[in-house]
């Protein structure tokens, strides 16, 4: 799994913060559909941020998510004139490193609880593993991501740079390989940051 760093939204202007949390993710769209039903509790994310002043930070965001699924037994098509009986499965890893902002509208006056927007735009490292029966391969590569994201900031205490982190974050992953069009996901995450001193 990887550690992913991001801002506090109390954070001082010129500093560095880091953030690591547990994410658990939800296939949407053709992913959910075509690919893996189930969301995957196997999960880190999180950015290491400068902050530009007090509400605003930019920096660098990193992930590993792994989603797994077996099918029941079923007939699939495998030639024009051929069927098979098997079980099939899925496993797909994504790692994605992105770019990222976050904009804390509240961090300048100390709030108790801090709301913020955040965004970014990079690639995801992508392996698909798919089995039916003794039967499959692996494909690796590397899309496009972007990613949009909300979500709140509790510091420890009124001066405290260091706090809990709950938000959510809706990624963008377009795959056109194998005949599918994405792996767009819902993110559910909750973690600790803390200053880099």
Do not use: H
Not at 83 to 104: E, G
Not at 108 to 116: D, E, G, H, R, W
Not at 162 to 180: E, H, Q, T, V, W
């Amino acid at each position: 799994m990887v550690v992913v760093l991001a801002i506090s939204a109390n954070a001082q202007k010129g500093e560095f913060k880091f953030d690591i949390n547990y994410n658990y993710s939800l296939p949407m769209g053709n992913f959910k559909s075509n690919i893996i039903s189930n969301g995957s509790p196997r999960g880190a994310s999180g950015d290491v941020m400068y902050s530009f002043s007090n509400t605003i930070s930019a920096g660098l965001g990193f992930g590993f998510q792994d989603y797994y699924q077996k099918y029941p037994r079923a007939v699939y098509q495998t030639g024009k004139n051929e069927a098979t009986s098997a079980v099939l499965s899925n496993s797909i890893q994504t790692i994605p490193f992105m770019a990222k902002i976050v904009y804390s509208p509240l961090a300048s006056k100390a709030a108790p609880i801090q709301p913020y927007v955040a965004g970014g735009a990079g690639f995801s490292l992508v392996s698909f593993t798919q089995t039916l029966g003794e039967f499959g391969g692996t494909d690796n590569g590397a899309s496009f991501a972007a990613q949009a994201g909300a979500g709140v900031f509790i510091p420890f205490g009124k001066l405290s740079g260091s706090g809990i982190r709950l938000g959510a974050d809706y990624n963008y992953l377009p795959y056109n390989k194998n005949g599918f069009g994405s792996l767009n996901t819902l993110d559910v995450k909750a973690g600790v940051y803390f200053p880099i001193r």
